[in-house]
Nanobody, 123 residues
Framework: QVQLVESGGGLVQAGGSLRLSCAAS????????MGWFRQAPGKERDFVAA????????YYADSVKGRFTISRDNAKKTAYLQMNSLKPEDTAVYYC????????????????WGQGTQVTVSS
């Protein structure tokens, strides 16, 4: 079992920045790739970014490429999502998830989930 707890969400103006954190406990954090997803009201949960277990490989949804950066600190058992140049359309609940595999963009392929943190971007 892996327990994940997100933090760092909040209200920010368009063009601003936020950094989300995802603290893990339980099974070895470094055994899992980590991903971030988001879900806007009335919409499905969408893939945002993922990072390999070592942190050496990352990939992003086209909608956030160049604005968001995923990273991890295995010693702290924490994953991060740095979000810059935020837009109102980035408003959503953001979830982190742990993946025992790699290269997955569908939520069903992830094994463990956090409870989510709200990000609201005002125009």
């Amino acid at each position: 079992q892996v327990q994940l707890v997100e933090s760092g969400g909040g209200l920010v103006q368009a063009g601003g920045s936020l950094r989300l954190s995802c603290a893990a406990s339980g099974r070895p954090f470094s055994s899992y790739a980590m991903g971030w997803f988001r879900q806007a009201p009335g919409k499905e949960r969408d893939f945002v970014a993922a990072i390999s277990w070592s942190g050496g490989t990352t990939y992003y949804a086209d909608s956030v490429k160049g604005r968001f950066t995923i990273s991890r600190d295995n010693a702290k058992k924490t994953a991060y999502l740095q979000m810059n140049s935020l837009k109102p359309e980035d408003t959503a609940v953001y979830y982190c998830a742990a993946d025992s595999g790699w290269g997955h963009v569908r939520e069903v392929e992830y094994d463990y989930w956090g409870q989510g943190t709200q990000v609201t971007v005002s125009s």
